[in-house]
C-alpha cells in the first residue's frame, strides 16, 4: 500500500479485525454484484468506497425517474441512459482506485458461470426469482460464497450462503423452485427507500467480512428487517436433505 492508501484506509486499518492485512485482501480481491438497482446501489458504494480491487457490476436496465427515490447510485442527469455507466461514473468520483467492468447484459447460464468464476465473492442484488436461481446454481457449481438480499414495501432480508463449506444450505432450500414464489416488484408493490439502503449496506458488510475472513457472517442464517415497526430477527437455515440443487453433484 502506498501513502494515499494508507491514509485513504486509514480507518480500516486502526480496526484490530482488519488492519493492513484485512484492507490489503479487500484491495486484492473480486466482488461481482448482479443488480445495479436499490440494493445494488448501496452494496456498490460501501465496496468501492472501501476499496475492494475489482468490482464488476451487472444490470441490464436504464435509469428511470421512478428508480431516483431509493437508486442512490444515479442521478437526475442519468434519467434514460445506462445504469451500469451511470454506477461507473459515481463510482469512479468515489474511488478512482477500483477497477469497475460495467456490463449492460441480462447474464444467463454459461456468461453467468463464467463471472461467478472469476469473483471472491457474489452479491445477489437482484429483482427476481429466475436471476436469484440461476446465481444460487452458479455459486453452488464453483464453491463462491453468495450474498443474497431482497426488499418489498417494509420488509427486507439478507442471508449468505458460503459455498466454500460443503454442509452450506442454499437459495433453494430455503425457496424452493416451483413454488408459490412469484416475483414481487416495487413497481406494483412499493418500497421504503432507507429499507433497500439498510439491505445493501447489510450486504456489503457481510461481503466484506467473507473477503477478509473477518468476524461471522450470516453464513446458513437469514436476516429479517420489518422497517415500519423496527423489528430484526434471525433464524437459522437448515440444508434441505431433498434439495435437488444443493444435493445433485
Ligand atoms: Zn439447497
Known amino acids: 500500500m502506498n501513502d494515499e492508501q494508507l491514509l485513504r484506509y486509514s480507518r480500516h486499518i486502526l480496526l484490530p479485525e482488519i488492519g493492513i492485512e484485512g484492507q490489503g485482501k479487500l484491495i486484492g480481491s473480486h466482488a461481482l454484484i448482479i443488480g445495479a438497482g436499490g440494493l445494488g446501489s448501496p452494496a456498490a458504494l460501501y465496496l468501492t468506497a472501501s476499496g475492494v480491487g475489482t468490482l464488476t457490476l451487472c444490470d441490464n436496465d436504464t435509469v428511470d425517474l421512478t428508480n431516483l427515490q431509493r437508486q442512490i447510485l444515479h442521478r437526475t442527469a442519468s434519467v434514460g441512459t445506462n445504469k451500469v455507466d451511470s454506477a461507473k461514473a459515481t463510482l469512479a468520483e468515489i474511488n478512482p482506485e477500483v477497477r469497475v467492468n460495467s456490463l449492460k447484459e441480462k447474464v444467463e447460464s454459461e456468461r453467468l458461470l463464467e463471472l461467478v468464476a472469476n469473483a471472491d465473492v457474489v452479491l445477489d442484488c437482484s429483482d427476481n426469482f429466475a436471476t436469484r436461481y440461476a446465481l444460487n446454481r452458479a455459486c453452488i457449481k464453483l464453491k463462491k460464497p453468495l450474498v443474497s438480499g ?99 453433484p
Do not use: W
Open 150 to 248: 431482497a426488499a418489498i414495501r417494509f420488509a427486507g432480508q439478507v442471508a449468505v450462503f458460503d459455498f466454500r463449506h460443503e454442509d452450506s444450505p442454499c437459495y433453494h432450500c430455503l425457496y424452493p423452485e416451483n413454488s408459490e414464489n412469484e416475483d414481487t416488484r416495487c413497481a406494483e408493490m412499493g418500497v421504503f427507500a432507507p429499507l433497500v439502503g439498510i439491505i445493501g449496506s447489510l450486504q456489503a458488510a457481510e461481503a466484506l467480512k467473507l473477503l477478509m475472513e473477518a468476524g461471522t457472517t450470516l453464513n446458513g442464517k437469514l436476516l429479517l428487517i420489518d422497517a415500519l415497526h423496527s423489528g430484526l430477527r434471525t433464524i437459522k437455515l437448515s440444508r434441505d436433505a431433498k434439495c435437488p440443487v444443493c444435493n445433485s
